[in-house]
């Protein structure tokens, strides 16, 4: 071998100019970039090089011929030409690979390959009346046919196998990155630049490629030093010598970047088994006492030092219905790093480019990356410059004057009294999504709902005795006076009327928009829909039973049954549950839940979302919980069970099959709007009861203290 061969490198597309300056260390001259792959000059020793320290090759091969191939029967001519006793002994093994481009004139790569081999086979009988035999699993020599057009190019694979098998990673999720993207992700995101090496955090870390490439690079650790096998090990050409120096050099390089400080590399995931197998994978690539990995939420996750860089590789999200859940958790990344990662750099590698939008950071760069046969993008940049923290409720500005108006202007100075009490409340609580009118003067039989930079109005239909002209002009007087005060766009108004239905028709949607819009409710964010349906999404008196449910909910296994949107799940997460169960017959509220869950930076590990009859579930399950909350409909008629569900008839089994589902130390919130219900006395003699219904109504909701009633129950204790 000369100084002058050709060597080139395959590579995933994207990767060309990473791997083109790799082979600028590796002494390669009249380097040459093309679609997937990189091809140069150079003698043996670049070509062991590229073998043991390219980080972003694929493989690496070393041409032997080159010939016009415009049918099989020239490639077994070309191929019966060269002398193969010079490459590789007939007692040896081997195996052929074939590539062809589109524009090639033979479209089989199976054919093609067996034509090589067909050509060496009888080469060799012909030559010593033996033949030596094809191992395609782990052979003495790989050759490699590569078609493009009607050249054919004719290659020893030094490589023998991608170079993406760095030999360390045996345990993998369920879309796991090639270690060979991983290190370009890492690289491309700006990791062993200043103030970047200090912290590297991956917050979904998977199976923990990232995190490893990362060390890798940082260790100075020549990627193929672990790997086990390569293609030139029976060829004749091999210089042991030579590959020996360079293996002996590598270690020595990596031993001295051992005695360096290290930066702290942290990874986290949701998933307890995730995490199991990454720290299996650390440990096989010698690094368990360089990186840390960590069951943690996305929610909960907190920077660890001023400067450094987070790098992640989200979930993709398939199917449309993952798809829409992927939007909302990609919401609660970009929030998450503008809130906690000011200072720090950002690598998010994403496979829909439409969701980097999401994120919501001001994007500096973005490359574009294969993952296998999917068009990904890389977006870097840097937190600092992303978008300022979410504006403060818009109703803080609003002014408490009474508009400058004759018609309505009872229902002007009650909203405004309202909203001097209630606003103040609010701004000191942090609630954005609260009453400021509730039918307080009968002539205007509306509720006035805030929904963060939204109203929500809803008016009681007038009964058949008040004129219907009068009606609508009452209406309009209100919502004249409503954008007066709170100086809105009309737009931003959503209007409904309730009114006494029966049957199906209490379910109607009232809209078609389907338009989900995000509030704020302390630390958690909820998703409303404030057109299509007369709840919203989120009961605003239960305000204070979600707080409650929070506050419980650390370490404890919680138990939602009625889930409805899971707005009380997301506390019961918030709050440290260590699982939670969310149970609904409905799948639009389950997919509701599960949204609410992943934009708050929740997985569906721990959180568990079961599509059940709630009745039937609860009577059937065997499972034990800390934290039960009940909350059902007044009515319900199950088509399927054939089943009327009343809850003032049925509350008592409904509790006492729930309590059977608690532990003995546990407790259970039940929960009911129904006006006129009384609590089965029944269960007093057999539970520990306590009514906090008083202490559950909010602050906008006192005018109406039966907007819900509330139960505390406890296991009587055994003496």
């Known amino acids: 071998m000369t100084n002058n061969n050709l060597l080139v490198a395959s590579c995933a597309a994207g990767l060309e100019p990473l791997v083109a300056k790799e082979?600028?260390?590796?002494?390669?001259?009249?380097?040459?970039?093309?679609?997937?792959?990189?091809?140069?000059?150079?003698?043996?020793?670049?070509g062991y090089r590229a073998c043991l320290w390219s980080r972003f090759s694929s493989r690496i091969f070393l041409q032997i011929a080159e010939f016009m191939a415009p049918d099989n029967d020239s490639i077994y001519q070309s191929c019966s030409e060269i002398?193969?006793?010079n490459i590789f002994d007939c007692d040896n093994t081997f195996a052929v690979d074939c590539t062809i481009r589109e524009n090639s004139a033979i479209r089989h790569s199976k054919f093609a390959s067996l034509r090589v081999k067909d050509a060496i086979v009888d080469w060799f009988r012909k030559k010593e009346g033996k033949r030596p035999s094809v191992d395609t699993d782990r052979p003495g020599i790989r050759i490699n046919l590569h078609i493009d057009g009607e050249k054919a190019f004719l290659s020893l694979?030094?490589?023998?196998?991608?170079?993406?098998?760095?030999?360390?990673?045996?345990?993998?999720?369920?879309?796991?990155?090639?270690?060979?993207?991983?290190?370009?992700?890492?690289?491309?995101?700006?990791?062993?630049?200043s103030g970047n090496d200090r912290f590297l955090l991956d917050p979904m870390c998977g199976s923990a490629t990232l995190l490893i490439e990362a060390a890798l690079i940082f260790g100075d650790s020549a990627p193929g030093l672990s790997r086990k096998y390569f293609g030139f090990t029976g060829w004749k050409g091999h210089d042991k010598v030579l590959w020996d120096h360079l293996v002996d050099e590598a270690i020595e390089r990596e031993e001295a970047a051992m005695k360096k400080k290290w930066p702290i590399l942290i990874g986290y995931d949701a998933d307890p088994s995730v995490v199991k197998a990454a720290r299996k994978n650390i440990a096989r690539a010698g690094l368990d006492n360089k990186i840390t990995v960590e069951q943690k939420e996305l929610t909960f996750i907190q920077k660890p030092g001023e400067k450094g860089l987070v790098v992640c590789n989200p979930p993709y999200g398939q199917r449309l219905v993952d798809e829409e859940i992927v939007v909302q958790l990609y919401s609660a990344l970009g929030r998450i790093l503008v809130e906690r990662f000011n200072g720090w750099h950002a690598g998010i590698f994403i496979s829909n480019p439409s969701l980097a939008d999401r994120i919501g950071l001001k994007w500096e760069s973005s490359y574009k990356l294969f993952n296998g046969p999917l068009a990904c993008r890389l977006f870097v940049g840097s937190v600092a410059s992303s978008r300022q923290r979410e504006q403060t409720f818009f109703f803080h500005d609003v002014a408490l004057k009474p508009p400058d108006i004759e018609e309505g202007a009872d229902f002007a100075n009650r909203l405004i009294k309202n909203l001097r009490k209630v606003t103040k409340w609010a701004r000191r609580e942090g609630v954005s999504c609260f009453r400021v009118y509730d039918r307080d003067i009968p002539e205007y039989n509306v509720c006035v709902d805030v929904y963060d930079k939204w109203l929500h109005v809803q008016e009681y239909a007038p009964t058949v005795s008040v004129d219907s002209d009068r009606a609508k002009r009452r209406l309009t007087t209100i919502l004249t006076v409503i954008r007066e005060i709170f100086k809105i766009k009309k737009e931003r108004i959503f209007i409904k009327t309730r009114s006494r239905q029966k049957g199906k028709r209490q379910y109607e949607k009232k809209s078609s928009r389907g338009k989900l819009y995000v509030v704020r409710e302390g630390s958690c964010r909820f998703l409303v829909n404030l057109s299509d349906y007369l709840d919203t999404g989120i009961f605003l008196?239960?305000?204070?039973?979600?707080?409650k449910i929070a506050g419980e909910s650390n370490g404890k296994r919680f138990l939602n049954l009625f889930g409805y949107t899971g707005t009380a799940t997301v506390f019961a997460a918030m709050g440290g549950a260590c699982s939670t169960t969310t149970v609904d017959l409905s799948n639009t509220y389950l997919h509701w839940a599960n949204l609410n869950m992943s934009l708050n930076g929740f997985s569906n590990t721990s959180h568990k979302m079961?599509?059940?009859?709630?009745?039937?579930?609860?009577?059937?399950?065997?499972?034990?919980?800390?934290?039960i909350f009940v909350d059902p409909p007044t009515f319900s008629n199950t088509k399927k069970a054939g089943r009327i569900f009343d809850i003032q008839r049925d509350h008592g089994r409904l509790i006492t099959t729930a309590m059977q589902r608690l532990d003995r130390r546990g407790m259970l919130l039940f929960s009911t709007n129904f006006k006129k219900f009384k609590l089965d006395k029944n269960l007093l003699n057999d539970f520990d009861i306590l009514d906090?219904?008083?202490?559950?109504?909010?602050?906008?909701?006192?005018?109406?203290?039966?907007?819900?009633?509330?139960?505390?129950?406890?296991k009587k204790s055994i003496l």
């Open 83 to 85: 002398n193969w006793e």
């Open 610 to 627: 079961l599509k059940a009859d709630c009745l039937d579930w609860i009577y059937k399950t065997d499972k034990v919980f800390d934290l």
């Open 692 to 714: 906090i219904s008083r202490q559950t109504i909010p602050l906008d909701f006192e005018r109406n203290p039966k907007i819900h009633s509330c139960w505390e129950f406890r």
């Open 157 to 193: 694979d030094l490589s023998g196998g991608s170079l993406h098998r760095r030999g360390y990673r045996e345990e993998t999720g369920a879309a796991p990155l090639k270690e060979t993207l991983a290190a370009a992700i890492i690289s491309l995101a700006g990791w062993m630049k």
């Open 23 to 46: 082979v600028e260390t590796f002494e390669g001259k009249n380097i040459l970039k093309q679609k997937g792959v990189v091809s140069w000059q150079g003698g043996l020793e670049s």
């Open 541 to 547: 008196d239960h305000r204070p039973i979600r707080e």
